[in-house]
């Protein structure tokens, strides 16, 4: 499946494309998001445990934390690679294992750490456009992956 291009021209419309991922995710989908400083990781990833049921608001940039977890419809592991070092800063997360319990993935600036994590089903580009302009390309790796490509783009065009 060839790559799927969305545009956004506001905050509220990357957290609402995020809703629209949150709510037809699998249990153990894992979400790699790449795109500079500022490109609005945060705010799809905000949409995204909005679409899972997590209360607004609860969502913060794990830059320094690295990894949070929330609870809602699924558990959810909110990473952010910016600052690691090493390796083992992510291995002592046992992402693996959580994955492969169920829990969905979604990490900030994966490509820094893409060897470290487990199988990737979607990857998400984001992309500066203007002062509130976005683009979003998705690209699914895996068959669930084309999955959710799939039923977010029929949520967003209707
Ligand atoms: N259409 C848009 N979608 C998302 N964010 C937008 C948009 N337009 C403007 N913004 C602004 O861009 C910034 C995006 O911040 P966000 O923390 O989500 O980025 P990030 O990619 O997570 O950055 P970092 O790499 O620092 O973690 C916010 O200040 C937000 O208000
Ligand atoms: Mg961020």
Same mark, same amino acid.
């Given at each position: 499946m060839?790559?799927t291009?969305f ?13 629209l ?25 905000q949409?995204?445990?909005?679409g ?10 794990p ?12 558990l ?26 169920g ?15 487990p ?19 998705f690209?699914?790796? &895996?068959a669930?992956? &084309? ?12």
């Amino acid at each position: 499946m060839p790559p799927t291009k969305f545009t956004s021209s506001s905050v509220e419309q990357t957290r609402s494309l995020g809703r629209l991922i949150g709510d037809a995710l699998a249990p153990g989908t894992v979400i790699a998001l790449d795109g500079t400083l500022g490109a609005g990781k945060t705010h799809l990833t905000q949409g995204i445990a909005a679409g899972l049921g997590v209360p607004s608001g609860s969502v913060v940039s794990p830059t320094f934390t690295i990894c949070i977890p929330y609870e809602a419809r699924l558990l959810m592991l909110h990473l952010d690679a910016y600052r690691i070092k090493s390796p083992e800063e992510v291995d002592q997360f046992g992402l693996d294992e959580s994955v492969s319990d169920g829990v969905v993935l979604v990490v900030e600036w994966a490509s820094r750490i893409e060897k470290l994590l487990p199988p990737i089903d979607i990857k998400i580009q984001l992309t500066q456009t203007g002062e509130e302009g976005r683009e979003l390309v998705f690209e699914p790796i &895996s068959a669930a992956g &084309s999955e959710l490509v799939d039923r977010v783009s029929q949520a967003w065009a209707d």
